[in-house]
């Protein structure tokens, strides 16, 4: 099951939950960011109640976690078209 859980400045926890929902998974990169963007394809809800997140992170960070993410592994990471 597809969710999301962030914890804003002021401690409150705020979740998405895709459910069983068909989602659209967009990654966005540039030198300095790397923005994630995942939606559910919600055709009977408006579009200001559609569920989404969007994650924009500094790429640095991004490269990092990657890099420690391949040197932990022992199986390669597929990229799916």
Do not use: C, Y
């Amino acid at each position: 099951m597809t969710h999301v859980i962030i914890r804003g400045n002021n401690g409150r926890r705020h979740e998405v939950d895709f459910e069983d929902a068909d989602l659209t998974v967009e990654i966005f990169i540039n030198e300095q960011n790397v923005e994630l963007v995942i939606e559910a394809l919600d055709e009977d809800r408006p579009w200001q109640k559609k569920r989404f997140a969007l994650v924009n992170l500094p790429r640095s960070k991004f490269d990092e976690a990657m890099a420690n993410t391949a040197r932990k592994r022992t199986s390669p990471i597929k990229a799916v078209e």
